[in-house]
């Protein structure tokens, strides 16, 4: 008889193949295509913002036959929300999440619990262009009358509740925001719910929950965050849209008066839509970090030829991170108004949760110490992901205290704060994930050359970019507003015109990457089954790997991942699959 | 095939509906939590009687637990999943078939109950509760519909006679139905009380 999950005929057509596969390589691969669109419109988007900021009264070429919103290439306030609104919903939805969790998730983890798919393969490919539907609606946006909404990507109600009086955009714009976020959840639902159930009970012989890898733990801990989050979103969503298109009062006060128009609703709680949005919206800075900590804690060993500094007290740290971040939304609200004692009930586990993400960096840090580390791509992003999530981290103590955050919260510091920690420290793990798993993906290996190029420009463009908003911040320099032509804010345009070039720089160097990427995957060198001498089970299988990842036998597992640097042998390093016994004595 | 999976084909299946058993676990406490606040909110909170048609619907739902209780498939059969060859005895057609007629009476009981609502002038949009009453009886109707569709798929391997295959079905249709019942159960409760 036949298993009734992941044994599908590999298939011959090219619709079944390439577009509506079941293969779970496939789906990851268009989940990553789908982010590697979604990161480039949102980036655009960004250069827009930043060139506006840095010279307001100068026409953008072009942008005035693109969008009618932004008569003659000048961008107004409105337009300037939308735009922030459609970089920040793009970047968090259909980027943070879905590279590093849905993609390299989808494509890495069952290879690495040894499984032939996905638990539920056509709720897989479902998954996916769910997904890929949302990302259409919320595109569409662009097209309508009106425009994108402008409600940002928190979409605070009322302003994004109460229909076509709160703004340009928040007709139509808004509506397909909601649909988009909504439709979006559903496709996470499914796939959380698929990668908790392959991880359960689709592990091969011998591979025990403790010598997963721990980039596999990290998606499993990520899936279980992401099931609880969406499935709090996803109400959420539905309540806005039956606000804004069928007359309900969910969140909507009475007596509101919205461009000189009473809003024909009652009694609604704005606050109401806060505290279901950061339920999810905490959580969701995780569902972008939590892969990041799995990718780097698996190519760290690889790269220093080191075992991982205590990986269960890794793990330990990013389940307790996974259990600390639903106890934290409140510390997004500390300015909507919170009874003091609230607000330091949700400071103390903000500070706390502080404590698994500073020993995990150790435990990486650890591990880097003394170890003969081997210079090449992945592993400088790697080192990167550390030091921006470092450097993002530590402006987080400020802002997790409600009184310092009454003042910093409205201002660039928080901007600066998380692209650093969630936005360039999630994409740094992308890059090293990107090159490290290029290989199996493709068959062949990125240039190296150009990987580091790649890796230094960014490094030093995202923290010219982000720094100085700290600095930007602390001086009072409110967020979200189109222009500081007024008073005491003009000052601050030559350092806004230094970011601005900055972030074009650094949207330049991304050129090299994309250059590498296309260049490598028809020209690259042709890569080995191992070409890093890693010991899990991915690169036990050749690249890129058969339709059924083993080519029809099942691995099984006698180690854990951690075995490197092992004295006395020809390779320093042995294979999970290996059936040798272990060491008795690592080198040190 | 000679898999060397150490677990039973029923397992992922399992799994799966109880992961989704969570996930809408969460999506109704939210909903929970937003009425309540939502009540607390502003007194505009109009409370009216509920329609009579929902304890006989209480009942449907109940009495179809129990017959998808009866269909389950008895004997030595569910011992053996993996399937080494010994009989394997399927779920009881009759009593599915009364199982899915009972879930559809439940929904047209639900409807029944709008319409009564309806022709008291209470709408989705007049009265926060109202709009509790809508939503929490047609989400939960939605998530029927996805448990008849798993029913209607139970019979579909049973009457293509793979019984293996309709006892895998089976399990995990049958918790997902009785979660139907128990989340009924506890929205009832809480439109009681609240409404």
């Known amino acids: ?588 | 095939m000679t898999s060397l999976s150490v677990k039973s084909p029923a397992a992922p299946a399992q799994t799966g509906v109880l992961v989704g058993i969570a996930a809408i676990t969460m999506s109704f406490a939210a909903y929970s939590s937003a009425l309540i606040v939502r009540q607390g909110a502003s007194p505009d909170w109009l409370h009216f009687t509920l329609p009579r048609v929902l304890f006989f619907n209480t009942l449907v739902v109940l009495a179809s637990s129990a017959t998808l209780y009866v269909a389950r498939p008895r004997s030595r059969a569910t011992a053996d999943p993996a399937g080494s060859g010994a009989a394997v005895d399927a779920p009881n057609l009759t009593w599915l078939y009364a199982t899915i007629l009972l879930g559809f009476l439940f929904l047209a009981g639900q409807i029944m109950a709008w319409r009564n609502l309806a022709a008291q002038g209470l709408t989705l949009s007049s009265s926060p509760s109202s709009s509790f009453f809508y939503l929490l009886t047609a989400m939960h109707g939605l998530h029927l519909l996805g448990g008849l569709a798993g029913l209607l798929y139970v019979v579909y391997r049973v009457r293509r006679s793979s019984p293996v295959r309709a006892v895998v079905a089976y399990k995990a249709a049958s918790l997902y139905w009785h979660f139907m019942t128990v989340l009924w159960l506890y929205l009832f409760a809480i439109l009681a009380t609240r409404i």
């Open chain 1, 1 to 588: 008889m036949t298993s009734p999950h992941s044994s599908h005929a590999a298939p011959q057509s090219f619709w079944r193949k390439y577009v509506f596969s079941l293969d779970h390589k496939v789906i990851g691969r268009q989940y990553l295509d789908l982010s590697l669109v979604a990161v480039t419109t949102g980036m655009i988007l960004s250069w827009l913002m930043r060139l506006h900021l840095a010279w307001p009264t100068r026409a953008i070429p072009f942008l005035g036959a693109l969008s009618p919103e932004a008569t003659g290439g000048i961008i107004t306030p409105e337009y300037y929300l939308s735009l922030m609104t459609m970089h920040g919903t793009i970047m968090v939805f259909f980027v943070l999440t879905t590279a590093p969790f849905a993609g390299f998730g989808n494509f890495i983890l069952p290879i690495q619990i040894g499984a032939e798919d996905m638990a539920f393969p056509h709720f897989n490919m479902m998954s996916f262009w769910v997904t890929f539907v949302a990302f259409i609606v919320l595109v569409s946006a662009f097209f309508v009358p009106e425009g994108p909404p402008l409600a940002g990507w928190t979409a605070y109600a009322p302003l994004s509740a109460v229909g076509k009086d709160s703004g340009p955009g928040e007709g139509w714009g808004q509506t397909l925001w909601v649909i988009s976020i909504g439709i979006f959840c559903i496709g996470q639902l499914i796939g959380s719910l698929n990668f908790i159930a392959t991880t359960l009970d689709l592990r091969t012989k011998g591979m025990t929950l403790a010598r997963m890898p721990y980039s596999t733990w990290a998606w499993f801990i990520t899936s279980v965050i992401g099931l609880i989050a969406f499935s709090v979103l996803l109400p959420a969503c539905v309540l806005l849209l039956l606000d804004r298109v069928a007359g309900t009062s969910f969140f909507i006060p009475a007596g509101l008066v919205i461009s000189d128009r009473l809003q024909p609703h009652a009694g609604g709680s704005p606050l109401l839509w806060q505290h279901l949005f950061w339920f999810f919206g905490h959580p969701e800075v995780y569902i972008a970090i939590l892969p990041g900590f799995g990718i780097v804690s698996h190519i760290l060993p690889v790269v220093t030829r080191k075992p991982l500094l205590g990986p269960r007290v890794l793990i330990a740290c990013m389940i307790a991170i996974g259990f600390l971040s639903y106890t934290v939304w409140g510390h997004h609200m500390f300015m909507s108004g919170m009874n003091p004692l609230s607000a330091t009930l949700f400071s103390v586990p903000t500070l706390i949760i502080t404590i698994p993400a500073a020993i995990a960096t150790l435990l990486w840090i650890g591990t880097l110490y003394g170890s003969k580390l081997r210079f090449n791509t992945p592993a400088l992003f790697c080192l990167g992901f550390i030091s921006v999530f470092v450097s993002g981290g530590l402006s987080g103590f400020f802002l997790a205290q409600p009184a310092i955050d009454s003042y910093l919260h409205g201002t660039y510091f928080v901007v600066g704060h998380f692209h650093f920690v969630m936005g360039v420290a999630a994409m740094f793990a992308i890059f090293a994930g990107l090159y490290f798993w290029f290989p199996k993906m493709f068959g062949r290996m990125m240039n190296e050359t150009l990987g580091k190029w790649h890796f230094i420009l960014t490094f030093i463009g995202v923290y010219c970019i982000f720094m100085p908003m700290h600095y930007l911040g602390l001086a009072g320099n409110v967020r979200r507003y189109s222009t500081f032509t007024v008073d005491y804010m003009k000052g601050s345009i030559p350092l806004h015109r230094f970011i601005t070039v900055a972030a074009l720089f650094t949207g330049a160097a991304q050129l090299i990457f994309f250059y590498n990427l296309f260049r490598s995957r028809f020209r690259g060198e042709i890569a080995p089954a191992n070409p890093w001498q890693a010991t899990s089970l991915e690169w036990t299988t050749s690249s890129p790997p058969p339709h059924d990842n083993f080519g029809g036998h099942h691995p099984v597992v006698y180690h854990g991942p951690n075995e490197y640097g092992v004295a006395g042998r020809e390779g320093d390093y042995i294979m999970q699959t290996s059936p040798e016994p272990e060491p008795v004595a690592a080198a040190s």
